[in-house]
């Protein structure tokens, strides 16, 4: 996965990197949600369960299983 300033679309996955050698999956289902205040948009993520050592996308991530998922995310 190579790094992106691009504008998020829906299906698009990301990886987050909390701590050394530890990343998470996530996965954009929605982008220009409106929020509460009515100028700033939202995207809605979800952000897997399944941790990795290594900045690869492992192949059971794909489809989305509601049990791999931690939970839904406004950003």
């Known amino acids: 996965m190579q790094p992106s300033r ?26 220009d949600m409106p929020s509460k205040n009515l100028v700033i948009l939202c995207n809605l993520i979800y952000i897997y369960r399944v941790p990795s050592k290594d900045k690869v996308l492992p192949p059971r991530l794909n489809p989305i299983r509601l049990s791999e998922l931690k939970f839904p995310y406004r950003l």
């Open 6 to 31: 691009k504008k998020p679309k829906s299906g698009d996955v990301f990886v987050i990197q909390p701590k050394p050698n530890l990343y998470f999956y996530g996965k954009v289902i929605k982008t």
